[in-house]
């Protein structure tokens, strides 16, 4: 997987902070990233993310009216159980309970407030790479079972011309 491959990838940022928003914009920026959404309103963290459709979420935990555990929750229920879209969560909090919490409803990273700079690049980068290449296996899958399926066509097709080929035209009871 090429790095331009990676630095292509929508990434969604749920922040209610404008500093932490221009921060992460700058950083992620510089490393080379593209396609970013920023938000600092979490209302509207479900709706985005439908219409962004992004490789990865980059969400705070504590915010006001839906704090991130909600967010994690309600963008639970938008990804199909079938697919794969990182979630990095990025707190203050650095309590084994808000880690343990974010992890068990759904985040698949945390990274703690004030950020390494290097540490979030390479965190981002390595859940990019694993979207990526959850969904190339995705589509390998699909790929497999159309050829198993038009296989199986052709079988079935050859087997029933085969058993016309051998049939009696007339039969020689009565």
Not at 36 to 54: C, E, G, I, K, Y
Request: one cysteine or more; a negative charge.
């Amino acid at each position: 997987m090429t790095p331009d491959v990676l630095k292509n990838g929508k990434i969604l940022v749920v922040d209610d902070d404008p500093m932490n928003i221009d921060v992460l914009r700058m950083i992620l920026s510089d490393a080379g990233f593209a396609n970013l959404s920023m938000l600092t309103d979490s209302r509207r963290a479900v709706s985005t993310f439908s219409n962004v459709d992004p490789d990865l979420v980059l969400l705070d935990l504590h915010m006001p009216h839906q704090d991130g555990y909600e967010v994690l929750q309600a963008l639970h229920y938008l990804v199909p159980s079938d697919s794969f879209v990182p979630i990095i969560v990025l707190t203050a909090d650095v309590t084994v309970n808000a880690r343990r919490r974010a992890l068990a409803a759904g985040a698949t990273d945390f990274l703690s407030k004030p950020y390494d700079t290097v540490e979030m690049v390479l965190r981002v980068e390595n859940a990019l790479r694993l979207r990526f290449l959850h969904r190339d296996l995705q589509n390998e899958k699909a790929t497999l079972e159309r050829r198993v399926r038009d296989r199986t066509r052709s079988l079935e097709r050859l087997v029933a011309e085969l058993r016309c080929a051998s049939m009696p035209l007339f039969s020689t009871q009565l």
